[in-house]
């Protein structure tokens, strides 16, 4: 289909998702302050594609170092790992990422600068491989939860643009498929950055996955009238007790689910457990700027001088969450037990 990142060696190369789905265009980050750039404008998105991409940047940043020694590559190490670390605070991944490369680097170590700097940027191409891998293991569980002629419901976009490839709540979808099952995708727009409308109608019509696209406040009503059958979403950080943060708009669509007694899934990776937090109310949430709510394309849609919040995600409720799916199987609640459970596992569940 397409690459949401790769590596050339001397450059971490992006799809560009602002600019989708009217032009397919790939930025070239040669440095890691052009990748720090682009998590933070939102040239690439989604929790898992994040720490993949901080991941290769740090491993940019030290090969092009010019270090002579371990102690001034530690030294760069700390400053292109608190650029990463400064992009956005709400995905987990991100620092999940930053801790395993910090990791690595002590490993390694031993042997000196350059298989320091060698084995880092091999560590951050297999993280991208072994996302691949993940969702393309979550979908399989996953697929086993929608029926054959399903109508599913989905928020943002949590697809191959959101990861390195394949997607996870996506990849639920795609595996859905590739079983023999018939699914209809409804897409809700997602606003104000209108990931839905944007990348996933993008992502399934290019795989030949009918989708619906509805505005965000379209979704009570269909559910009333008995046309969504499931909700599946991706997720940014889900805290030990099930409370799962994603793309904002996804409390409203998990409370309209719950009255009408339709499933909530969410799809994740273990990277994505917050294990440390005991639920959703300790996570940070990104307010991005304003203007992506008061203009659309460059153009201001909103009265000048009023007040506008721009808050990135919210918080789900374990009570509202059916199960979490991970690349290790299902767990449903109590989801203080089973998380930790899941989390160490590598087996179904």
């Known amino acids: 289909m397409f690459d949401t990142i790769r590596w050339d060696g001397d450059a971490v190369v992006l799809i560009d998702q602002r600019y989708l789905p009217v032009k397919e265009d790939y930025l070239a980050c040669r440095d890691a302050g052009a990748v720090a750039s682009a998590i933070t404008d939102m040239v690439v998105r989604g929790a898992p594609a994040i720490g993949v991409t901080a991941a290769l940047g740090i491993a940019l940043g030290l090969k092009q170092s010019g270090a002579k020694d371990l102690e001034s590559l530690r030294e760069r190490m700390e400053e292109v790992c608190a650029l990463m670390a400064g992009t956005r605070p709400t995905a987990v991944n991100l620092f999940w990422a930053i801790d395993r490369m910090k990791r690595r680097f002590e490993e390694l170590s031993e042997g000196g600068l350059e298989a320091v700097v060698e084995g880092l940027e091999r560590e951050a191409v297999a993280m991208r491989a072994e996302d691949i891998d993940i969702n393309r293991r979550m979908g399989a569980h996953g697929a086993a939860l929608v029926p054959d002629g399903a109508r599913i419901l989905t928020h943002c976009n949590a697809g191959a643009l959101a990861t390195a490839g394949y997607g996870t709540a996506l990849g639920m979808m795609r595996a859905a498929v590739e079983a023999g099952k018939k699914i209809e995708v409804i897409a809700d727009e997602t606003r104000p950055f209108l ?46 007790n099930g409370d799962v943060c994603n793309k904002i708009g996804t409390y409203s669509v998990a409370v309209l689910a719950k009255e009408h007694g339709i499933p909530f899934y969410a799809v994740a990776p273990v990277s994505t457990f917050d294990l440390s937090i005991a639920s959703g109310k300790e996570i940070p949430i990104e307010e991005r700027p304003l203007e992506e709510v008061s203009h659309f394309q460059g153009v201001r849609v909103a009265p000048e001088g009023i007040t506008i919040r721009n808050p990135a995600f919210d918080v789900t409720p374990n009570a509202m969450v059916t199960a979490i799916i991970c690349e290790n199987g299902i767990a449903r609640a109590p989801y203080s037990e089973t998380l930790r459970r899941i989390a160490k596992s590598e087996q179904a569940a």
């Open 195 to 240: 990931q839905g409308a944007r990348l996933t109608a993008w992502e399934l019509e290019r795989d030949n996955i009918p989708v619906t696209l509805i505005t965000d406040n379209m979704a009570g009503h269909f559910m009333a009238r008995g046309e969504i059958d499931l909700v599946i979403t991706g997720s940014d950080r889900i805290a030990s």
